[in-house]
Protein backbone atom coordinates (compact mmCIF):
# COMPACT_ATOMS: atom_id res chain seq x y z
CA UNK A 1 0.00 0.00 0.00
CA UNK A 2 1.19 3.54 -0.63
CA UNK A 3 -0.17 6.32 1.13
CA UNK A 4 -1.32 9.31 -0.76
CA UNK A 5 -1.79 13.10 -0.05
CA UNK A 6 -4.95 14.45 -1.61
CA UNK A 7 -5.23 18.19 -2.50
CA UNK A 8 -9.03 18.78 -2.83
CA UNK A 9 -11.62 21.17 -4.08
CA UNK A 10 -14.89 21.13 -3.52
CA UNK A 11 -18.61 22.82 -3.69
CA UNK A 12 -20.14 21.85 -1.10
CA UNK A 13 -23.93 22.95 -2.06
CA UNK A 14 -24.97 19.19 -2.83
CA UNK A 15 -23.11 17.38 -0.33
CA UNK A 16 -24.00 16.60 3.55
CA UNK A 17 -20.81 17.84 4.37
CA UNK A 18 -17.19 16.62 4.50
CA UNK A 19 -17.84 12.95 6.70
CA UNK A 20 -19.59 9.87 5.79
CA UNK A 21 -23.29 10.19 7.12
CA UNK A 22 -26.67 7.71 6.47
CA UNK A 23 -28.83 11.00 5.32
CA UNK A 24 -26.89 12.01 1.98
CA UNK A 25 -23.86 12.21 -0.28
CA UNK A 26 -20.88 13.56 1.19
CA UNK A 27 -17.02 14.01 0.10
CA UNK A 28 -16.17 11.47 1.97
CA UNK A 29 -18.42 8.87 0.24
CA UNK A 30 -17.40 10.42 -3.09
CA UNK A 31 -13.76 10.49 -2.54
CA UNK A 32 -14.27 6.69 -1.42
CA UNK A 33 -16.34 6.16 -4.03
CA UNK A 34 -14.10 7.22 -6.69
CA UNK A 35 -11.67 5.11 -5.01
CA UNK A 36 -13.61 2.03 -5.07
CA UNK A 37 -14.05 2.34 -8.61
CA UNK A 38 -10.51 3.03 -9.22
CA UNK A 39 -8.39 0.35 -7.20
CA UNK A 40 -11.32 -2.33 -6.22
CA UNK A 41 -11.15 -1.68 -2.71
CA UNK A 42 -13.08 0.17 0.11
CA UNK A 43 -10.42 2.50 1.54
CA UNK A 44 -11.34 5.43 3.85
CA UNK A 45 -10.19 8.54 2.84
CA UNK A 46 -9.46 11.12 6.08
CA UNK A 47 -9.74 15.04 6.02
CA UNK A 48 -7.77 17.30 7.34
CA UNK A 49 -11.48 19.19 8.45
CA UNK A 50 -14.94 18.02 8.68
CA UNK A 51 -16.48 20.53 6.81
CA UNK A 52 -20.64 20.75 7.76
CA UNK A 53 -22.96 20.85 4.64
CA UNK A 54 -22.95 23.10 2.08
CA UNK A 55 -19.27 25.07 2.84
CA UNK A 56 -16.59 24.84 0.12
CA UNK A 57 -13.34 24.35 -0.33
CA UNK A 58 -10.63 25.54 -2.33
CA UNK A 59 -8.00 23.25 -1.10
CA UNK A 60 -8.95 20.59 1.58
CA UNK A 61 -6.41 18.27 2.25
CA UNK A 62 -6.90 14.36 2.96
CA UNK A 63 -4.86 11.14 2.60
CA UNK A 64 -5.77 7.72 1.35
CA UNK A 65 -3.87 4.79 1.50
CA UNK A 66 -3.69 2.62 -2.25
CA UNK A 67 -2.41 -1.22 -3.66
CA UNK A 68 -1.09 1.47 -6.92
CA UNK A 69 2.54 2.37 -7.79
CA UNK A 70 0.74 4.68 -10.42
CA UNK A 71 2.52 8.16 -10.51
CA UNK A 72 0.73 10.68 -8.26
CA UNK A 73 -0.78 12.56 -11.40
CA UNK A 74 -2.30 9.22 -12.91
CA UNK A 75 -3.85 8.81 -9.56
CA UNK A 76 -5.39 12.58 -9.58
CA UNK A 77 -6.39 12.02 -12.77
CA UNK A 78 -8.38 8.80 -12.47
CA UNK A 79 -10.35 9.63 -9.40
CA UNK A 80 -11.37 12.51 -11.01
CA UNK A 81 -12.51 10.29 -13.85
CA UNK A 82 -14.15 8.52 -11.22
CA UNK A 83 -15.71 11.45 -9.25
CA UNK A 84 -18.02 12.77 -11.96
CA UNK A 85 -20.48 14.33 -11.90
CA UNK A 86 -20.00 15.10 -8.08
CA UNK A 87 -18.61 18.44 -7.86
CA UNK A 88 -15.41 17.23 -6.21
CA UNK A 89 -12.07 18.08 -7.90
CA UNK A 90 -8.23 16.27 -6.67
CA UNK A 91 -5.88 18.89 -7.74
CA UNK A 92 -2.90 17.16 -6.77
CA UNK A 93 -1.89 13.90 -5.46
CA UNK A 94 1.24 13.70 -3.62
CA UNK A 95 3.36 10.35 -2.15
CA UNK A 96 3.51 10.18 1.26
CA UNK A 97 5.19 8.15 3.99
CA UNK A 98 2.95 6.16 6.40
CA UNK A 99 3.74 8.67 9.41
CA UNK A 100 1.35 10.92 7.33
CA UNK A 101 -2.11 12.02 8.40
CA UNK A 102 -4.50 14.65 7.19
CA UNK A 103 -6.29 15.50 10.45
CA UNK A 104 -3.38 15.08 13.13
CA UNK A 105 -0.57 15.85 11.39
CA UNK A 106 -1.55 19.32 10.06
CA UNK A 107 -0.38 22.35 11.61
CA UNK A 108 -2.45 25.10 10.34
CA UNK A 109 -6.18 25.26 8.63
CA UNK A 110 -7.19 28.53 6.90
CA UNK A 111 -10.56 29.29 6.12
CA UNK A 112 -12.54 32.31 4.34
CA UNK A 113 -16.24 33.72 4.27
CA UNK A 114 -17.62 35.65 1.94
CA UNK A 115 -20.22 38.07 2.50
CA UNK A 116 -22.25 39.83 -0.25
CA UNK A 117 -22.97 43.08 0.50
CA UNK A 118 -25.13 44.91 -2.08
CA UNK A 119 -28.87 45.39 -2.14
CA UNK A 120 -29.02 43.17 -4.91
CA UNK A 121 -29.40 39.60 -4.17
CA UNK A 122 -26.48 37.13 -5.14
CA UNK A 123 -27.25 36.00 -8.94
CA UNK A 124 -23.61 35.12 -10.13
CA UNK A 125 -22.42 33.76 -6.47
CA UNK A 126 -25.75 32.36 -4.79
CA UNK A 127 -24.95 29.42 -2.77
CA UNK A 128 -21.37 30.34 -2.63
CA UNK A 129 -21.95 33.38 -0.32
CA UNK A 130 -24.32 35.24 2.29
CA UNK A 131 -26.03 37.60 0.71
CA UNK A 132 -26.37 40.81 3.56
CA UNK A 133 -28.28 43.81 1.92
CA UNK A 134 -27.70 46.04 4.59
CA UNK A 135 -24.32 48.26 4.67
CA UNK A 136 -21.83 46.88 6.63
CA UNK A 137 -18.62 48.85 8.25
CA UNK A 138 -15.66 46.07 6.90
CA UNK A 139 -13.42 48.25 8.97
CA UNK A 140 -14.74 48.09 11.53
CA UNK A 141 -15.48 44.29 11.62
CA UNK A 142 -11.81 43.98 11.06
CA UNK A 143 -10.88 45.98 14.57
CA UNK A 144 -13.01 44.20 16.51
CA UNK A 145 -11.89 40.48 15.02
CA UNK A 146 -8.74 41.39 16.38
CA UNK A 147 -10.06 40.80 19.91
CA UNK A 148 -10.32 37.50 19.26
CA UNK A 149 -7.18 36.82 18.30
CA UNK A 150 -4.76 34.98 20.52
CA UNK A 151 -5.53 32.09 22.99
CA UNK A 152 -9.06 32.00 24.25
CA UNK A 153 -11.45 29.94 25.42
CA UNK A 154 -13.94 30.33 22.63
CA UNK A 155 -17.33 28.41 24.17
CA UNK A 156 -18.91 31.32 23.15
CA UNK A 157 -18.20 30.52 19.65
CA UNK A 158 -18.70 26.66 20.01
CA UNK A 159 -21.52 24.44 18.74
CA UNK A 160 -23.71 22.57 21.17
CA UNK A 161 -22.73 19.51 19.63
CA UNK A 162 -18.96 20.37 19.18
CA UNK A 163 -16.88 17.56 20.01
CA UNK A 164 -13.17 19.09 20.75
CA UNK A 165 -11.69 18.04 24.80
CA UNK A 166 -11.23 21.80 25.38
CA UNK A 167 -13.08 25.05 24.17
CA UNK A 168 -9.41 26.72 24.23
CA UNK A 169 -7.81 28.00 20.55
CA UNK A 170 -5.83 29.80 19.42
CA UNK A 171 -6.41 32.26 16.62
CA UNK A 172 -3.58 32.68 14.62
CA UNK A 173 -5.15 35.96 12.23
CA UNK A 174 -8.11 37.52 10.87
CA UNK A 175 -8.48 39.82 8.57
CA UNK A 176 -11.71 41.57 7.39
CA UNK A 177 -11.42 43.82 4.26
CA UNK A 178 -14.11 44.52 1.45
CA UNK A 179 -13.50 44.37 -2.50
CA UNK A 180 -16.60 45.72 -3.78
CA UNK A 181 -19.72 44.49 -2.62
CA UNK A 182 -17.64 41.60 -1.43
CA UNK A 183 -15.91 41.44 2.43
CA UNK A 184 -13.85 38.96 2.82
CA UNK A 185 -13.05 37.37 6.09
CA UNK A 186 -9.87 35.37 6.31
CA UNK A 187 -8.61 33.47 9.31
CA UNK A 188 -5.78 30.54 10.66
CA UNK A 189 -5.44 28.72 13.39
CA UNK A 190 -3.79 25.30 14.21
CA UNK A 191 -7.51 24.16 14.47
CA UNK A 192 -11.23 25.47 15.12
CA UNK A 193 -14.17 24.53 16.94
CA UNK A 194 -17.76 23.32 15.25
CA UNK A 195 -18.81 26.28 13.68
CA UNK A 196 -16.20 28.56 14.76
CA UNK A 197 -15.79 30.79 12.20
CA UNK A 198 -19.23 30.82 11.05
CA UNK A 199 -20.29 32.13 15.03
CA UNK A 200 -17.62 34.30 14.88
CA UNK A 201 -18.53 36.12 11.35
CA UNK A 202 -22.38 35.75 12.48
CA UNK A 203 -20.59 38.21 15.51
CA UNK A 204 -18.67 40.43 13.50
CA UNK A 205 -22.10 41.43 11.55
CA UNK A 206 -23.27 42.77 14.20
CA UNK A 207 -20.74 44.67 14.71
CA UNK A 208 -20.54 45.92 10.88
CA UNK A 209 -24.10 46.76 11.24
CA UNK A 210 -23.20 49.34 14.04
CA UNK A 211 -24.74 47.50 16.84
CA UNK A 212 -21.77 46.00 18.90
CA UNK A 213 -18.16 47.43 19.67
CA UNK A 214 -15.15 45.71 19.71
CA UNK A 215 -15.92 46.15 23.55
CA UNK A 216 -19.04 44.01 23.17
CA UNK A 217 -17.28 41.21 21.42
CA UNK A 218 -14.69 41.64 23.97
CA UNK A 219 -17.63 41.46 26.41
CA UNK A 220 -19.65 38.08 24.53
CA UNK A 221 -16.07 36.07 24.31
CA UNK A 222 -15.44 36.63 28.54
CA UNK A 223 -18.81 35.58 28.88
CA UNK A 224 -17.73 31.56 27.41
CA UNK A 225 -21.75 31.32 26.89
CA UNK A 226 -23.10 30.58 23.23
CA UNK A 227 -26.14 32.68 24.01
CA UNK A 228 -23.85 35.42 24.62
CA UNK A 229 -22.83 35.34 21.01
CA UNK A 230 -24.60 36.44 17.69
CA UNK A 231 -26.27 34.18 15.55
CA UNK A 232 -24.22 30.89 12.94
CA UNK A 233 -23.16 32.77 9.75
CA UNK A 234 -24.85 30.42 7.00
CA UNK A 235 -22.28 27.44 5.74
CA UNK A 236 -22.88 29.25 1.98
CA UNK A 237 -20.18 31.79 2.36
CA UNK A 238 -17.31 29.55 3.92
CA UNK A 239 -14.37 28.12 2.25
CA UNK A 240 -11.59 25.76 3.74
CA UNK A 241 -8.73 27.40 1.73
CA UNK A 242 -5.77 25.74 3.15
CA UNK A 243 -4.23 22.87 5.31
CA UNK A 244 -0.44 22.91 6.36
CA UNK A 245 1.77 20.54 7.70
CA UNK A 246 5.39 20.40 9.35
CA UNK A 247 7.84 20.53 6.09
CA UNK B 1 -45.10 55.72 -17.83
CA UNK B 2 -41.55 56.36 -17.22
CA UNK B 3 -38.36 54.77 -18.44
CA UNK B 4 -36.24 52.76 -16.43
CA UNK B 5 -32.60 51.42 -17.39
CA UNK B 6 -31.50 48.20 -15.30
CA UNK B 7 -28.56 46.66 -15.29
CA UNK B 8 -28.52 42.91 -14.52
CA UNK B 9 -26.44 40.20 -13.55
CA UNK B 10 -27.28 36.62 -14.72
CA UNK B 11 -26.28 33.19 -14.27
CA UNK B 12 -27.07 31.87 -17.45
CA UNK B 13 -27.20 28.05 -16.56
CA UNK B 14 -30.87 27.46 -16.25
CA UNK B 15 -31.78 29.87 -19.14
CA UNK B 16 -32.42 29.11 -22.95
CA UNK B 17 -30.70 32.42 -22.98
CA UNK B 18 -31.33 36.66 -22.79
CA UNK B 19 -34.25 35.99 -25.42
CA UNK B 20 -37.84 34.83 -25.17
CA UNK B 21 -38.50 31.12 -26.74
CA UNK B 22 -41.07 28.78 -26.41
CA UNK B 23 -39.18 26.17 -25.21
CA UNK B 24 -38.12 27.30 -22.20
CA UNK B 25 -37.38 29.83 -19.35
CA UNK B 26 -35.52 33.06 -20.80
CA UNK B 27 -33.96 36.02 -18.28
CA UNK B 28 -36.42 38.12 -20.60
CA UNK B 29 -39.15 36.05 -19.74
CA UNK B 30 -38.33 36.18 -15.78
CA UNK B 31 -37.58 39.88 -15.70
CA UNK B 32 -40.77 40.73 -17.76
CA UNK B 33 -42.87 38.17 -15.31
CA UNK B 34 -41.46 40.10 -12.51
CA UNK B 35 -42.67 43.84 -13.87
CA UNK B 36 -46.59 41.69 -14.36
CA UNK B 37 -45.97 40.77 -10.56
CA UNK B 38 -44.76 44.47 -10.07
CA UNK B 39 -46.66 46.81 -12.08
CA UNK B 40 -49.87 44.06 -13.27
CA UNK B 41 -48.19 45.29 -16.95
CA UNK B 42 -47.12 42.93 -19.69
CA UNK B 43 -44.60 45.27 -20.10
CA UNK B 44 -41.53 44.64 -22.85
CA UNK B 45 -37.65 44.26 -21.42
CA UNK B 46 -35.62 45.46 -23.95
CA UNK B 47 -31.79 44.04 -23.86
CA UNK B 48 -28.49 45.55 -25.14
CA UNK B 49 -27.32 42.31 -25.98
CA UNK B 50 -28.82 38.78 -26.68
CA UNK B 51 -26.90 36.42 -24.83
CA UNK B 52 -26.94 32.56 -25.43
CA UNK B 53 -28.70 29.62 -23.61
CA UNK B 54 -25.59 29.07 -20.40
CA UNK B 55 -24.07 32.88 -20.74
CA UNK B 56 -23.64 34.85 -17.92
CA UNK B 57 -23.79 38.68 -17.31
CA UNK B 58 -22.13 40.43 -14.74
CA UNK B 59 -23.63 43.49 -16.44
CA UNK B 60 -26.38 43.16 -18.93
CA UNK B 61 -28.57 46.56 -20.03
CA UNK B 62 -31.88 46.36 -20.06
CA UNK B 63 -35.23 49.03 -20.07
CA UNK B 64 -38.50 49.03 -19.55
CA UNK B 65 -41.43 51.20 -19.82
CA UNK B 66 -43.20 51.24 -16.30
CA UNK B 67 -46.73 52.92 -14.91
CA UNK B 68 -44.95 54.23 -11.86
CA UNK B 69 -43.30 57.03 -9.91
CA UNK B 70 -41.45 55.01 -7.59
CA UNK B 71 -37.97 55.42 -7.10
CA UNK B 72 -35.51 53.84 -8.78
CA UNK B 73 -33.96 51.83 -5.56
CA UNK B 74 -37.81 51.20 -5.21
CA UNK B 75 -38.10 49.45 -8.60
CA UNK B 76 -35.04 47.42 -8.27
CA UNK B 77 -35.88 46.11 -5.01
CA UNK B 78 -39.28 45.13 -6.13
CA UNK B 79 -38.04 43.72 -9.39
CA UNK B 80 -35.92 41.81 -7.16
CA UNK B 81 -38.09 40.50 -4.94
CA UNK B 82 -40.56 39.22 -7.71
CA UNK B 83 -37.42 37.36 -9.83
CA UNK B 84 -37.05 34.99 -7.01
CA UNK B 85 -36.18 32.24 -7.25
CA UNK B 86 -34.67 32.69 -10.79
CA UNK B 87 -30.80 33.73 -10.42
CA UNK B 88 -31.37 37.19 -12.08
CA UNK B 89 -30.45 40.34 -9.84
CA UNK B 90 -31.18 43.70 -10.64
CA UNK B 91 -28.08 45.46 -9.69
CA UNK B 92 -29.38 49.35 -10.19
CA UNK B 93 -32.06 51.09 -11.77
CA UNK B 94 -32.27 54.27 -13.26
CA UNK B 95 -34.59 56.79 -14.27
CA UNK B 96 -34.03 57.52 -18.31
CA UNK B 97 -35.75 59.65 -20.91
CA UNK B 98 -37.99 57.79 -23.72
CA UNK B 99 -34.97 58.12 -26.16
CA UNK B 100 -33.14 55.81 -24.47
CA UNK B 101 -32.77 52.47 -25.79
CA UNK B 102 -30.98 49.64 -24.14
CA UNK B 103 -29.96 48.10 -27.72
CA UNK B 104 -29.68 50.51 -30.32
CA UNK B 105 -28.31 52.94 -27.88
CA UNK B 106 -25.49 50.86 -27.18
CA UNK B 107 -21.91 52.35 -27.92
CA UNK B 108 -19.77 49.51 -26.43
CA UNK B 109 -20.12 46.16 -25.60
CA UNK B 110 -17.63 43.87 -22.96
CA UNK B 111 -17.44 40.45 -22.82
CA UNK B 112 -15.23 37.92 -20.98
CA UNK B 113 -14.10 34.81 -21.34
CA UNK B 114 -12.85 32.60 -18.54
CA UNK B 115 -10.74 29.02 -19.70
CA UNK B 116 -9.77 26.99 -16.04
CA UNK B 117 -6.87 25.94 -17.81
CA UNK B 118 -5.45 22.54 -15.28
CA UNK B 119 -5.64 19.16 -14.70
CA UNK B 120 -8.28 19.03 -12.45
CA UNK B 121 -11.38 19.43 -13.61
CA UNK B 122 -13.79 22.70 -12.32
CA UNK B 123 -15.61 21.98 -9.11
CA UNK B 124 -16.06 25.19 -7.45
CA UNK B 125 -16.61 27.21 -10.78
CA UNK B 126 -18.66 24.30 -12.56
CA UNK B 127 -20.95 25.91 -15.08
CA UNK B 128 -19.01 29.20 -15.12
CA UNK B 129 -15.63 28.36 -17.40
CA UNK B 130 -14.52 26.26 -20.13
CA UNK B 131 -11.90 23.90 -18.44
CA UNK B 132 -9.25 22.67 -20.82
CA UNK B 133 -6.70 20.62 -19.15
CA UNK B 134 -3.74 20.63 -21.62
CA UNK B 135 -1.31 23.75 -20.74
CA UNK B 136 -2.29 26.63 -22.71
CA UNK B 137 0.32 29.41 -23.74
CA UNK B 138 -1.49 32.21 -22.82
CA UNK B 139 0.82 34.93 -24.22
CA UNK B 140 0.50 33.31 -27.65
CA UNK B 141 -2.72 33.59 -27.47
CA UNK B 142 -2.96 37.49 -26.35
CA UNK B 143 -0.40 38.00 -29.82
CA UNK B 144 -2.99 36.06 -32.17
CA UNK B 145 -5.97 37.84 -30.42
CA UNK B 146 -4.32 41.28 -31.84
CA UNK B 147 -4.66 40.34 -35.66
CA UNK B 148 -8.97 40.49 -34.90
CA UNK B 149 -8.40 44.00 -33.59
CA UNK B 150 -9.63 46.67 -35.78
CA UNK B 151 -12.37 46.74 -38.84
CA UNK B 152 -12.46 43.61 -40.57
CA UNK B 153 -15.09 41.03 -41.90
CA UNK B 154 -15.24 38.43 -39.22
CA UNK B 155 -17.24 35.80 -41.72
CA UNK B 156 -15.03 33.14 -40.03
CA UNK B 157 -16.13 33.97 -36.68
CA UNK B 158 -19.60 34.16 -37.58
CA UNK B 159 -22.71 31.56 -36.26
CA UNK B 160 -24.59 30.07 -39.53
CA UNK B 161 -27.91 31.71 -37.99
CA UNK B 162 -26.39 35.38 -37.43
CA UNK B 163 -28.88 37.80 -38.53
CA UNK B 164 -26.63 40.74 -38.69
CA UNK B 165 -27.02 42.65 -41.89
CA UNK B 166 -23.07 42.86 -42.87
CA UNK B 167 -19.97 40.55 -40.98
CA UNK B 168 -18.05 43.62 -40.62
CA UNK B 169 -17.57 44.54 -37.24
CA UNK B 170 -14.65 46.55 -35.69
CA UNK B 171 -13.58 44.96 -32.35
CA UNK B 172 -11.29 47.87 -30.27
CA UNK B 173 -9.49 45.51 -27.83
CA UNK B 174 -8.84 41.73 -27.26
CA UNK B 175 -6.46 41.00 -24.25
CA UNK B 176 -5.80 37.57 -23.08
CA UNK B 177 -3.70 37.09 -19.47
CA UNK B 178 -3.56 33.67 -17.05
CA UNK B 179 -4.25 34.45 -13.44
CA UNK B 180 -2.78 31.11 -11.72
CA UNK B 181 -5.04 28.04 -13.41
CA UNK B 182 -7.23 30.75 -14.87
CA UNK B 183 -6.50 32.38 -18.61
CA UNK B 184 -9.17 35.11 -18.80
CA UNK B 185 -9.79 37.14 -22.73
CA UNK B 186 -11.64 40.37 -21.92
CA UNK B 187 -12.70 42.77 -25.75
CA UNK B 188 -15.03 45.29 -26.48
CA UNK B 189 -16.52 46.58 -29.54
CA UNK B 190 -19.55 48.49 -30.30
CA UNK B 191 -21.20 45.17 -31.74
CA UNK B 192 -20.20 41.84 -31.88
CA UNK B 193 -21.82 38.97 -34.80
CA UNK B 194 -23.49 35.64 -33.05
CA UNK B 195 -21.38 33.42 -31.49
CA UNK B 196 -17.90 35.90 -32.11
CA UNK B 197 -16.69 35.53 -29.18
CA UNK B 198 -17.25 31.77 -28.47
CA UNK B 199 -15.54 31.82 -32.25
CA UNK B 200 -12.63 33.96 -31.23
CA UNK B 201 -11.61 32.10 -28.21
CA UNK B 202 -12.08 28.46 -29.69
CA UNK B 203 -9.32 29.49 -32.47
CA UNK B 204 -7.21 30.94 -30.17
CA UNK B 205 -7.29 27.91 -27.96
CA UNK B 206 -5.70 26.58 -31.22
CA UNK B 207 -2.93 29.08 -30.79
CA UNK B 208 -2.37 28.36 -27.10
CA UNK B 209 -2.10 24.49 -27.97
CA UNK B 210 0.75 25.55 -30.07
CA UNK B 211 -0.85 24.53 -33.22
CA UNK B 212 -1.37 27.71 -34.86
CA UNK B 213 0.40 30.70 -34.94
CA UNK B 214 -0.76 34.40 -35.50
CA UNK B 215 -0.26 34.03 -39.42
CA UNK B 216 -2.94 31.00 -39.35
CA UNK B 217 -5.72 33.06 -37.39
CA UNK B 218 -4.91 36.18 -40.42
CA UNK B 219 -5.19 33.09 -42.77
CA UNK B 220 -8.39 32.38 -41.29
CA UNK B 221 -9.50 35.97 -40.70
CA UNK B 222 -9.02 36.44 -44.89
CA UNK B 223 -11.00 33.46 -45.76
CA UNK B 224 -14.36 34.64 -44.56
CA UNK B 225 -15.17 31.45 -44.17
CA UNK B 226 -16.75 29.86 -40.88
CA UNK B 227 -14.95 26.33 -41.84
CA UNK B 228 -11.76 28.08 -41.71
CA UNK B 229 -11.87 28.77 -37.79
CA UNK B 230 -11.72 26.88 -34.95
CA UNK B 231 -14.21 25.22 -32.72
CA UNK B 232 -17.33 27.40 -31.30
CA UNK B 233 -16.07 27.67 -27.24
CA UNK B 234 -18.72 26.46 -24.77
CA UNK B 235 -21.49 29.26 -23.74
CA UNK B 236 -20.14 28.60 -19.73
CA UNK B 237 -17.15 30.46 -19.77
CA UNK B 238 -19.00 33.57 -21.35
CA UNK B 239 -19.88 36.76 -19.25
CA UNK B 240 -21.08 39.62 -20.86
CA UNK B 241 -19.64 42.30 -18.22
CA UNK B 242 -20.75 45.84 -19.42
CA UNK B 243 -22.31 48.09 -22.39
CA UNK B 244 -21.33 51.60 -22.50
CA UNK B 245 -23.80 54.70 -23.76
CA UNK B 246 -23.05 58.20 -24.68
CA UNK B 247 -22.63 59.95 -21.60
Given amino acids: ?????L???YDGTAFVGWQRQENGMSVQEALETAVERYCQIKGQVFGAGRTDAGVHALAQVAHVDLPRNDRPEVVANALNAHLRPHLVSVLKAE??????HARFSA???GYEYRILNRRAPAALEAGKVWWIPAPLDAEAMHEAAQVLVGKHDFTTFRAAECQAESPVKTIDAIAVSRQAGMIVLTTR???FLHHQVRNIVGTLRTVGEGKWTPRDVARALEARDRAAGGQ???PTGLYLTHVKYPA
Fill in 107 to 109: VER
Fill in 189 to 191: ARS
Fill in 7 to 9: TIE
Fill in 232 to 234: TAP
Fill in 95 to 100: LVDGEF
Fill in 1 to 5: MQRFK
